[in-house]
């Protein structure tokens, strides 16, 4: 395991990364005091894989259909928001100051 302190990490970041790609660590030192470990990525989990595990875990499941176009653009567009709530929104947050 290497020790790199943040300046050194900066100016040879690109070394730092083929090593860890190799199959190294990094230990991240700020003044001396250890802050962060570099290390790789096993198997690259992609977003399929993120899904895949959701799924197998009961967190997701598959659509039952697709989204009309005229949905997904309800979707895109932004949600209309009653003066009055912003008001007493802002009210109460003004309370709490």
Same mark, same amino acid.
């Given at each position: ?15 730092? %990364? =083929? @090593?860890?790609? /190799? ?12 802050? +962060?470990?570099? $290390? ?23 659509? %039952? =259909? @697709?989204?009309? /176009? ?12 009653? +003066?009055?709530? $912003? ?11």
């Amino acid at each position: 395991m290497e020790k790199v302190s943040v300046s050194a990490l900066k100016n040879g970041l690109s070394a730092f %990364l =083929r @090593k860890v790609r /190799a199959g190294h660590s990094v230990i991240i030192y700020d003044r001396n005091v250890p802050i +962060a470990r570099l $290390v790789g990525i096993e198997g690259g989990e992609g977003p399929g894989d993120r899904l895949a595990k959701l799924r197998s875990e009961g967190l997701t499941r598959p659509a %039952l =259909r @697709k989204l009309s /176009a005229k949905r997904r653009r309800a979707l895109r567009s932004p949600i209309a928001v009653d +003066a009055a709530v $912003v008001r007493a929104l802002r009210e109460n947050r003004d309370d709490d100051r």
